[in-house]
T-cell receptor
């Protein structure tokens, strides 16, 4: 099993540019989570999907952030326009087993907005 | 709202020591609790998952216990090694609110094991 795959691993962009982060969950997992990690705030849940449907997006900071899951094997997190305060590591995670509930994380996408 | 606290925030020990990392949570109505390890620049690796009906889980030199009534979990690391150096995070999934719910994370304990 390849695990949760995220791309890009690193992204450096200028303020105002659009950023798209991508995630491929573990095959067979039906829940997907997007987290953001910073030194100041630790790990924050942005949004999660169950069976490709957004369940809770209350953690999405503002309208500049959007997330989609068009199918069970792919999700995107988009920031438009990006700002320096969006600089963070963004993690995608997928949930193995609705009842066992073990969460598996990707390696993360480190975003730097200049 | 569930709050998760981890003590200590940082720990530095010589190789070979047995360690206890602490995690406390404010709402005992949890579905499960999970311990993770995070190496610098890496994602979170799942170490142990304890369901609410369980008291402990073991994997190799790691043992995690859960006491729901007191809102506490401990991660015990036996015979620590330099390779154990990492940040250890605990996370709880609350039972209230939704079936899946969100995980609430502590800020982690940064462990350094020196040779």
């Amino acid at each position: 099993d390849a695990g949760v795959i995220q791309s890009p691993r690193h992204e450096v962009t200028e303020m105002g540019q659009e950023v798209t982060l991508r995630c491929k969950p573990i095959s067979g997992h039906n829940s997907l989570f997007w987290y953001r990690q910073t030194m100041m705030r630790g790990l924050e849940l942005l949004i999660y999907f169950n069976n490709n449907v957004p369940i809770d997006d209350s953690g999405m900071p503002e309208d500049r952030f959007s997330a989609k899951m068009p199918n069970a094997s792919f999700s995107t997190l988009k920031i438009q326009p990006s700002e320096p305060r969006d600089s963070a590591v963004y993690f995608c995670a997928s949930l193995g087993g609705e009842y066992t509930g073990e969460l598996f994380f990707g390696e993360g996408s480190r975003l730097t907005v200049l | 709202k569930q709050e998760v606290t981890q003590i200590p925030a940082a720990l530095s020990v010589p190789e070979g020591e047995n360690l206890v990392l602490n995690c406390s949570f404010t709402d005992s109505a949890i579905y499960n609790l999970q311990w993770f390890r995070q190496d610098p620049g890496k994602g979170l690796t799942s170490l142990l998952l304890i369901q609410s009906s369980q008291r402990e889980q073991t994997s190799g030199r790691l043992n995690a216990s859960l006491d729901k009534s007191s809102g506490r979990s401990t991660l015990y690391i036996a015979a620590s090694q330099p390779g154990d150096s990492a940040t250890y995070l605990c996370a709880v999934r609350p039972r209230r609110g939704s079936t899946l719910g969100r995980l609430y994370f502590g800020r982690g304990t940064q462990l350094t094991v020196w040779p």
